[in-house]
């Protein structure tokens, strides 16, 4: 066997060695990257608008384990955002709207894609994340997303989280996709927030969502949205299936579901997930370039925007008994109201306690004023608090304050009781799960979290 250094690639290596300090050219004295090339760089791979957030910077530092984890070498982020077409996204039809977001989708995923390739002829390493899907689904329902663009593009002065939370670029509006790239090389300057919300507040994402998910005090119900917007990606899509597999025959199964669902699900199969709404996005007039119809003739630009949404008859997917279903109820009568699982079964007491504010449906808390002690035994050892008060949830990974209601529980018993593998009542025979406290004080906390 020849010796290594004897090989063709060895070789060829040594010999165009040189071909590694390629980076020079764009590396400071002091070794750090060249902003204003990197900036040319995304804007000539077809990005709108781009910004750069050091790996330290604070407001990172909830995601930065993950994004090491999965990308080691990061010390710098690239931030960019490419603008989407604003009327298909306003468009009834959500075919139309649904193909500009895959469309920019795929354009984001290149874009990356793009400056990965050109920081790599340079000899720096970078990876690019997807803008969307396909995301780290081995996670799910935990965190399945490489990198938390939106942290990223806020940290990058790329905007602000407007109160329906996308984030609104002062000049594009909300009509943006957003990429991110991990590079291995500090960078001469880097951007800060903008010193201002291009949110106006003036509640028309409010007005539009049909399942209520951003109430007008700027609260967003997360399992609102989730459960309807979502309904053909992974919790919905799992719900379908299980909708499937329950059915007796045919004639069951489309006691359940409608052809136009089916048609529709496989469509989202085929060609991409779709949104099922996403008119928060549709009628935000935030931006310098997006405000001018509003500011021009508001009465013009709710009938032209955000009445045809309102209007449209379409099936609304609500989880039974939550705030969304009275919600779509009330205000959107012509609509056709499904009631649905939500698909949200956390896999760990971590899941469970992430999830809860997720899934709070305040309006259902209305009245409690309860505080919650949770000691989990068996294979996750946790103890947590949870108060629901004035129609607020707060959780705390220890025990504090007097409970209303001690619940001890094996934490896999727990479990397949959040995820109504089994009922409540044989755990509490076997006292695997135990109650100091009043039963209908677990009654309620359970209204709060309908799934
Ligand atoms: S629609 Fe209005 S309130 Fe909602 S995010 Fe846009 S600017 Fe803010």
Redo the contacts with the bound molecule.
């Keep these: 066997m020849s010796r290594m250094e004897e090989h063709p690639t060895v070789i060829n290596y040594y010999m165009s060695r040189g071909g590694n300090y390629r980076a020079e050219n764009v590396l400071s004295p002091s070794g750090k990257l060249d902003t204003t090339w990197l900036r040319d760089v995304c804007i000539e791979a077809g990005a709108d608008d781009a910004g750069f957030v050091a790996i330290d910077r604070p407001s990172l530092s909830g995601d930065k384990d993950d994004i090491l984890g999965y990308f080691p070498r990061t010390k710098s982020l690239v931030s960019f955002v490419c603008r989407m077409n604003r009327e298909p996204i306003r468009s009834p039809a959500r075919s139309v709207s649904n193909l500009e977001f895959h469309h920019i989708g795929d354009k984001v995923n290149e874009v990356a894609r793009r400056i990965v390739s050109a920081l790599e002829e340079r000899g720096i390493r970078a990876v690019n994340p997807s803008m969307g899907f396909p995301m780290e689904m081995g996670n799910f329902p935990e965190k399945i997303w490489v990198v938390s663009h939106k942290t990223v593009a806020v940290a990058a002065g790329l905007g602000h989280m ?3 939370r996308n984030v ?1 670029h002062p000049k594009f509006g ?1 009509f943006i996709l957003l990429g991110t790239v991990l590079v291995d090389a500090e960078l001469e300057s880097y951007d800060n927030p903008i010193d201002y919300n291009p ?7 409010v007005a539009a969502c049909p399942v209520g998910a951003i109430a007008p005090d700027g609260y967003f119900n997360f399992s609102a949205c989730y459960t309807h917007n979502y309904r053909e990606f992974m919790s919905g899509f799992t719900s379908w299936v299980e909708g499937i597999a329950d059915s007796r025959d045919a004639r069951d199964y489309l006691r359940k579901f409608s052809d136009s669902e089916s048609a529709s699900m496989w469509q989202s199969l085929s060609y991409g997930a779709n949104y099922k709404a996403a008119y ?1 996005m549709a ?4 931006g310098e370039d997006v405000i001018g119809p509003f500011l021009e003739n508001r009465r013009e630009y709710l009938d032209d925007v955000v009445k045809p949404l309102q209007k449209k008859e379409e099936t609304v997917y609500v989880v039974p008994n939550s705030d969304a279903e009275a919600h779509a109820a009330k205000r959107f009568p012509h609509k056709t109201v499904k009631a649905v699982s939500n698909g949200l079964r956390p896999k760990s007491i971590s899941g469970f306690l992430d999830g809860l504010k997720l899934t709070f449906q305040r309006d259902k808390s209305e009245g409690m004023d309860a505080t919650y002690h949770f000691t989990f035994t068996g294979k996750e050892s946790v103890q947590a608090t949870v108060v629901i008060r004035n129609g607020t949830i707060e959780i705390r990974k220890e025990l504090t304050g007097v409970p209303n209601l001690h619940i001890t529980a094996e934490s896999s018993a727990w479990l397949g009781f959040i995820r109504k593998e089994h009922g409540i009542i044989m755990p509490l025979l076997l006292k695997k799960i135990r109650l100091k406290g009043s039963i209908a004080l677990l009654k309620a906390f359970g209204r709060c979290f309908p799934s």
């Design positions: 407007g109160i329906h609104i909300n949110c106006l507040e003036c509640k028309l994402c928060c009628v935000c007039p935030a």
